[in-house]
């Protein structure tokens, strides 16, 4: 069983920050990927951003140059700073993790983020 521990979420203005964590336990025998997605109501999950276990990043174009992921390999462990945040980020974010040799994927259960006018 893998569990994700996510927190961070909450409520802030346009142009403000916020930092998701994630901590990932269990039984993890390797990580090949950990990332975020988001879902918004009444729209599909996308992905924010996801960062590699060789520590190439990827980021959804309409968050690029405000949020950036990061990670702490020991701790098992995944960020997501974001900064300028704008309305339409508001949504559930979900950590991910891409684990094992078959590339399981495991979820979280989803912190709130809402961005106020």
């Known amino acids: 069983q893998v569990q994700l521990v996510e927190s961070g979420g909450g409520l802030v203005q346009a142009g403000g920050s916020l930092r998701l964590s994630c901590v990932a336990s269990?039984?993890?025998?390797?990580?090949?990927?950990m990332g975020w997605y988001r879902q918004a109501p009444g729209k599909q999950r996308e992905l924010v951003a996801d960062?590699?276990?060789?520590?190439?990043?990827n980021y959804a174009d309409s968050v690029k140059g405000r949020f950036t992921i990061s990670r702490d390999i020991g701790k098992n462990t995944v960020y997501l700073q974001m900064n300028s945040l704008k309305p339409e980020d508001t949504a559930v974010y979900y950590c991910?993790?891409?684990?094992?040799?078959?590339?399981?994927?495991?979820w979280g259960q989803g912190t709130q983020v809402t961005v106020s006018s």
């Open positions: 960062i590699t276990s060789g520590g190439s990043t």
């Open positions: 269990g039984s993890i025998s390797s990580i090949n990927a």
């Open positions: 991910n993790l891409v684990h094992g040799r078959w590339s399981v994927a495991s």
